[in-house]
Structures are given as structure tokens and as C-alpha cells.
């Protein structure tokens, strides 16, 4: 994903839930995508067919027990603790 569409991803109102509900789903032991449409983000498994039309945000994995690693394009990683 291009930096440029990043940026209008993170200024969608749902783009903070979408993040929360993948880690919600990386905690649970399911590796979550967050995408882009340019329209909204939404939360898929990240092993199911991407949306028409959408681009990755960011991957949400099972680190550890306890960390969540969200992984964005340009080899940027967050890391959640919890």
C-alpha cells in the first residue's frame, strides 16, 4: 500500500476499530487483515480472499502469549502488549 493511501486510510472514522477488532481476533488465534477500499476499512481473516478492490492496511499476528504484532507495508511493525 502506497504511503499516500495509508494516510487516507488512518483519517477513516472506523480505521482505529478496524485495528482494535484485528487484535481482538490476533489474541484469539486468527491472523486478522485490516483493508482499504478508499470508501472504508473492514477486518477480514487474513487467509480468506481479499475484498474487490481493497488494499492491505496492516496484518495482525499472534506474537506471543501476550503481543500482538501488527505489520504495515514498508517493514513497519507496531507491537501490542496485553
Not at 47 to 72: K, M, S, Y
Amino acid at each position: 500500500m502506497s504511503l499516500f493511501n495509508e494516510h487516507a486510510a488512518e483519517k477513516h472514522p472506523a480505521y482505529n476499530d478496524a485495528l482494535r477488532q484485528a487484535i481482538k481476533l490476533a489474541a484469539a488465534g486468527t491472523e486478522a487483515a485490516v483493508y482499504w477500499d478508499t470508501k472504508g476499512v473492514m477486518v477480514r481473516d487474513a487467509h480468506a480472499p481479499r475484498p474487490d478492490g481493497a488494499q492491505v492496511v496492516c496484518i495482525a499476528q499472534r506474537w506471543n502469549e501476550q503481543t500482538i504484532q501488527l505489520r504495515f507495508s514498508g517493514a513497519r511493525s507496531e507491537w501490542v502488549h496485553g
